[in-house]
């Protein structure tokens, strides 16, 4: 009803999974947060549930949550990209992985405009 996608997108991996759920969630940030704000939303019995308004709370949060979001996106996307290169079973990667490791960096310090401390940890 108020988006028009699912938010879980299975993966043939479970790292590519957790990765493309947290992407869905964040195209549908905006549809998420009108669910929650909403008089079906209030009408529920998950709107007076704990873990609904655990829910709520997480999904409203601006100052930590969604940020936390788009930081994992930056890091995680180029990451993902390595590790279906190495999982993959067509061919071997071994002659591939020093230079996607290196286009990897390369791709988490244009996410963070080459800020080092953004990404250092990483």
Same mark, same amino acid.
């Given at each position: 009803m108020f988006a !028009? *996608?699912?938010?879980?997108?299975?993966?043939?991996?479970?790292?590519?999974?957790?990765?493309?759920?947290?992407?869905?969630?964040y195209e549908l940030k905006q549809p998420l947060q009108q669910m929650f704000v909403s008089t079906e939303w209030s009408n529920c019995a998950w709107a007076k549930n704990s873990d609904?308004?655990?829910? *709520? *709370?997480?999904?409203?949060d601006e100052v930590y949550f969604w940020p936390s979001v788009v930081y994992s996106m930056k890091t995680t !996307?180029?990451?993902?990209?390595?590790?279906?290169?190495?999982?993959g079973e067509k061919e071997s990667a071994m002659a591939y992985i020093y230079g996607a490791m290196?286009?990897? *960096?390369? !791709?988490?310090?244009?996410?963070?405009?080459?800020?080092?401390?953004?990404? !250092?940890?990483?």
């Open positions: !028009k *996608k699912d938010l879980l997108r299975p993966a043939a991996t479970r790292f590519a999974t957790a990765f493309l759920t947290l992407e869905s969630m609904g308004i655990v829910f *709520k *709370k997480i999904v409203m !996307k180029p990451m993902v990209h390595v590790l279906r290169l190495v999982n290196d286009e990897c *960096k390369e !791709k988490i310090a244009i996410n963070f405009d080459g800020d080092v401390a953004s990404y !250092k940890e990483i």
